[in-house]
Every structure is written in C-alpha cells, then in structure tokens.
C-alpha cells in the first residue's frame, strides 16, 4: 500500500490517531473520520461517475453554483450573480473575487475557461481521456469566455432549462490549472481545488486524509482534518462506529440499522429518496431488442422479496425510473409478478426462432455495495432465481463496481444491476441521461440498456427547452409512458439512504446527492 504524496505538506497518521490502534481518544477532537465501504476511483472532477469519488470532490472542488445544503435551492457558489440573455442562450457569471486554489494560485476567470474548455474542445492540451459526464451532460455548452478577469461568458446551443441545475453538479468543478499543467493525466491522483478541504494524502485502497484549507474563502470548517476511511466489512463499520474508532459510518448493512435506531450512543439520519435501482437490458442485443423479451423479463421479477429481504424493507418498489420525490415523477400501476405471463411471452418468441431458451445470458452485477444497493448479493440471487424459474438461464458476471461500470458502459452485458443517484433536483438527470439515444455511446453510455427510441428523445429535448415546470411535467409523463411500454428496464426499487454517526457529531445535513454536507460538522460534549 502505497501513499501518495498529494501535496508537499506530509501527514502522519498516528498523530491523528489511525495508527494500528486507531483508539478514539487517540486522535484530536477536530479529526472527524468517516468509514465507508471504497475507496474512491479518481479526484479529477471530470472523470469519474461513482459516488466515492463524487464524496470527496464535493469537500475539495467548488462549482459556480450550488445548492443550499438540504435543499434544491441553487445559491452563489463561485459565483456570485448571473443572467442569461433573453433567448437563454448566453450565460453570463460573475466570480466571487479574492478565492485561491489550494496550491496558492488564484481563481478567477481564466480558470473557469481551463476547466470547461479542457473536456470541451478536442483540441485542448489537455483533453486527454474519458470526461464521462460532458457527452451525457454538458454537450450542449458550443463556448466558454472570459470576458473580464471576474467575468465568464458561456455559449450553449440552446435554450435548456436544466442548464442551471447542471451547472451545481461535481463534474464542472473548477480545477486549478497550474496543477492540472504540473500533473497532466495523474492529477487525479494530485487533486488541486478551491474547497474548504484539501488532500493531505492519500492512501490507496485504504484512507484519503483531507485538512482544512485555510485561506477557503467561506465559513471555517471547524475540523481541522477529514478522513476517508475504507473498512470493506459492513460489519466491522458498525463495530468501528460503536467503538469509537470512526465516527460516520455509511452503507451499514439494512439488517444493522435497527441496531443503530435503538443504540444510546448513535444517530441514525435517513434523507429523502433520491435514487432508484435497476436492471437494465442491453436493447442492441438479440433477444432484448424484441420487446415481448423485455416486457416478460419484468413480469418474471418479484419486487416484493427483494424489498423485504435485500432491504428489510427500507425501501419501497420501483415501478419507474423516478423516485418519489423528485418532481416530475408519475404515479404508475403496482407493479405485476405474473411469471406464467413472462414464460408464454418467452414461448411465443422462441418459437419465431428469436430466443434460444437452451443459452446462457449474461447478469453483470457490482459485487461491492453502493449508495441505492447496500446488499447486492441476495437482489442478484432473487433475479437469477426468477429468470431461471421462467426459462432464462443465468451466468452471474460480479465484480468491483470500477469494472462494473467500465464493462456495462461498453455495453458487454446482456443485463445489468447497476443504480442511480441524482446528481440535482432535475427529471432530466435521471430521464435525459438514461434513456436519451444519444447517451448510448459505448465506452461512455449512462443509457446501459442502449435504449434507443427517436419519440422518446425528441420528448427530453423539448423538455429541456420547454418554458416553466407544467410543461415539462406534461413532457416527461409522457417520456415514462412511452419508456413502460418499451420496457428497457426493470424498476426495481428506491431505496432509503441511511448514515449513521456517534451521538456527539453535531450539524450532520444530507445534500441533495446523498453526501453528508462535511463543512458544517462539529464535535459537541456528551
């Protein structure tokens, strides 16, 4: 295990207490330590599309806008005031003065325009890899300027309602450029930004060590350092957390919780829902681009067991891609368990000569937990179960969730248990970005299940374009409509997002993608 030296400032583990000990009393009062199952994947905000990573961006990057924390409220970030014209096409931000990046140079608006333009433009010294979310999210910004050393102008191709919400999201963070020249494509490894932490250092697989930036232009952070603790055992998470050797702990077992709930020294918090888990159907690949295939897979599944028992009822049935409480969303019928049906659709296909009941399909799932699949092992059982049951034999494929996404965004799955965070408070980041045709690019597809439906796209671009909630409302009813009867999917569930902490952290506030707000945490006496 080796640890990256992410800045020239060093730090030792045992004077904060994570040493073989790793005793509470052993660490300062301002050392607050959060245990979770992964390490994350990259720090350069543009890369990566997993939630460990987006955890740590979030206390080490700013956006130039963002939302008030425990709301969808958007409020200054970066900035501090915009416009845009009348036909919504020109943007124009004002940056706050006086921010440094962590590496002392400064932030102003020729810093924006590095980090925009370098996923942006091809021909940019440093538009070198996979920027996953700029295809899927971003594509529609045609130009960044600078118009004043305070002054940024962005260009986009349209109108497009959901530009703002975009604009708070992690991948459009602003990177200090000085570092990104220094490191080139390891600068993920070496995260330089404006946040109120800053790397320390990083040990891989094992702990990223953050300290309080403090020249950060907001509130003081009262912890002095923040630390990123990965204890792969849920089990041993709980054990470390009621000991004291870790004060957060997230992704606890559904079956642990109650534990927690009845526990004097812990604090359960549950923020609202912000996520549905699914299983996708690769659409490009015989059988799954006959519709009755896909239209019997969901029959053949049984959301009721995998509610009850993967998630001991801390969740409740998906029966569309959008939770609950996320505008946007329409009501849908409960959903129907009707496995006889699923096997005289799969009959009357195979007898066409279009599915082979004799072959093996291939489930790609994660093997590690994630924020809407806290347990994936029994989810992945009950699907193979009630595939088989209907005549659809299983090969399970489960592996780290950095293969998972790199394969099903390939599109090398037959099926996919994958799930879904909303990165804002916008239907379009759930519908836009995974049933859009235009997302099924394979290498960098958010639409796993390569859906493509030219109606159904044409619905999310006029919804993006479309003036004021009730209309797009009216629009996107209509996209989960039209995406019921085709099927891609299998809604599976919407999960309850649980962390626990010791009874004397106070301030702990849930943001609207399921991250503790980290800024606003104090330790209080007992």
Known sequence: MGALAVLAAGCDGDRLGLG????????????????????????DPARPTDNESAEVIAQVYETLVRYAPGTTEVEPGLA??????????????????????????????????????????????????????WENAFKNIVAVERVDPLTVRFRIAGPYAPFLANMTMFPVSIVSPA?????????????????????????????????????????????????FEVIADPRQRLIDLESGSIDLALAILPSELQFVDLHPGLVLYRPPINNVTYLAMNCQKPPFDDVRVR????????????????????????DGPLPPTQWGHVDAPTSRYAPDEARALLREVAAEGK???????????????????PNPDPVVRIIKSNLEAVGLPIVVVQQP??????????????LSLLGWVGDNGDPDNYLFLLF??????????????????????????????????????????????????DAPWVPLAHSQTAIAARDDIAGVVVGSAGHVVYTGLRRVPR
Do not use: C, M
Not at 179 to 193: I, L, M, Q, T, Y
Not at 466 to 471: D, W
């Open 295 to 318: 239209r019997a897979i969901n029959l053949a599944i049984n959301k009721t067991p995998i509610v009850r028992l993967a998630y001991h009822g801390l969740a409740i049935p998906a």
């Open 436 to 485: 859009d045709q235009a997302n099924t690019v394979p290498g960098l597809a958010q639409n796993v299940a390569f859906y493509r439906d030219a109606e159904v796209s044409r619905l999310l671009r006029e919804a993006q374009v479309a003036s004021g909630r009730p209309a797009r409302e009216t629009l996107y009813a209509d996209v989960q409509r039209r995406i019921a009867v």
């Open 179 to 227: 570092a990104v020249r220094a490191w080139g494509d390891e600068f993920g490894a070496h995260p330089v930004g404006t946040g109120p932490f800053r790397v320390e250092r990083w040990d891989r697989g094992d702990r990223i060590v953050l300290a309080r930036h403090d020249r950060y232009w907001g509130p003081r952070p009262a912890l002095a350092h923040l630390v």
């Open 355 to 373: 599915l082979e009941l004799d072959r093996s399909y291939a489930l790609y799932a994660p093997a590690t937990p994630r924020p809407y699949l």
């Open 80 to 133: 501090v005031a915009w416009e845009a014209d009348p036909g919504g096409t020109v943007w124009t931000f004002h940056l706050r003065p006086g921010v440094v990046f962590h590496d002392g140079t400064p932030f102003d608006a020729d810093a924006v325009v590095f980090s925009f333009e370098r996923q942006r433009d091809p021909a940019h010294p440093f538009h070198h890899g996979k920027f996953n979310y």
């Open 401 to 414: 969730f950095d293969a998972h996404v790199d394969d099903t965004e390939a599109g090398r799955h037959d």
């Open 20 to 43: 073989p000990s790793r005793e509470r009393g052993a660490r300062p009062a301002d050392t607050l330590v959060v245990g979770r199952p992964l390490d994350a994947i990259s720090l």
